[in-house]
């Protein structure tokens, strides 16, 4: 190669190397021949390391594409496992947003059951203002992780109901939702009564903020733990806009969410009675 194109570079043993292992793994892949194209090599690069299965390949490929990743985003994601918390969650039964099976459910677009919040600078003792402050000081990150379609409106934003003022700890709005979206912070595990008083909130939302042409408001109660027992019986009662998810300040172990996903995936192909991936994690949970 440098004997015959000595002008072109890079192409050094690792890189040809490299070059083999991406034409080994995609040759025969209808699906990710036309997405490689559309991303770097870099990011390419990064999706060959870190994704050990064809599902999880595309899945990168995909949200990499539709995000417009670079390379530190696309390689914060991989490292977060955000594939594995994704097919984990199941934030798309939200009655806002109606999934379509296809590559435009991945930019983003389910509420997550947990989100990593490794990336905020938190003293010891901190309170929920020190975590709320903490968000805004790195709103790039935290968008990153909640999803690129929504656009930040403000923090401890201010609704009047009556004579009393109440303040949404963050307020945003989604794009691919179409709608408003509120997150309450708490410290500790979750408890139901956290849900009153959101969807106090949410109703306010659309009655004084909300535009027509809007979908109704959601909410996310955004805790550090949550017992799913609580959870369960807290929305099975309520019509509600809202989810529960939990934060983690530190990256989740990898091959801890594997293992659950590889549960859930079997649940899945030895119950004929449960249709949908979504009502096998449920059952998962109650194991």
């Not at 036309?34 to 050990?52: D, E, H, R």
């Not at 914060?76 to 109606?98: A, F, H, V, W």
């Not at 303040?167 to 009153?196: P, Q, T």
Request: overall charge neutral; some cysteine; proline content about 2%.
């Amino acid at each position: 190669m440098k004997n015959n194109y000595q002008n072109i570079k890079g192409f050094t043993k690792r890189n040809i190397e490299r070059m083999i292992q991406f034409y080994k793994i995609y040759k025969n892949d209808k699906i990710a021949t036309p997405l490689v194209t559309q991303i770097s090599w870099t990011n390419n690069l990064l999706i060959i390391s870190g994704a050990k299965s064809q599902e999880e390949r595309h899945f990168y490929l995909k949200l990499a594409i539709k995000n417009n990743y670079s390379k530190r985003e696309l390689d914060r994601q991989i490292s977060s496992s955000y594939y594995e918390r994704y097919l984990l969650s199941d934030g798309n039964q939200l009655p806002t947003y109606k999934k379509t099976i296809d590559e435009d459910d991945y930019p983003n677009t389910r509420i997550l059951d947990i989100y990593s919040l490794e990336f905020l600078d938190l003293p010891n003792n901190f309170s929920e203002n020190d975590l709320r402050k903490s968000i805004i000081n790195n709103i790039k990150n935290f968008i990153l992780e909640v999803g690129k379609d929504f656009t930040f409106i403000g923090d401890e934003y201010r609704i009047q109901i009556g004579k009393h003022d109440f303040y949404i700890d963050l307020l945003f709005y989604n794009r691919e939702l179409s709608c408003l979206v509120a997150f309450e912070l708490k410290l500790g595990e979750f408890k139901a009564e956290y849900l009153g008083k959101m969807n106090l909130y949410l109703k306010a939302l659309d009655r004084d903020i909300k535009k027509e042409n809007e979908n109704p408001s959601v909410g996310i109660i955004l805790c550090s733990s949550k017992d799913k027992d609580i959870v369960e019986y807290s929305l099975d009662s309520s019509m509600t806009q809202t989810m529960i998810a939990e934060y983690k300040l530190k990256l989740i172990d990898k091959k801890l969410l594997e293992n659950k996903l590889k549960e859930v995936k079997k649940i899945i192909d030895n119950n004929d009675n449960l249709p949908t991936p979504e009502k096998s994690i449920k059952e998962l949970e109650k194991i």
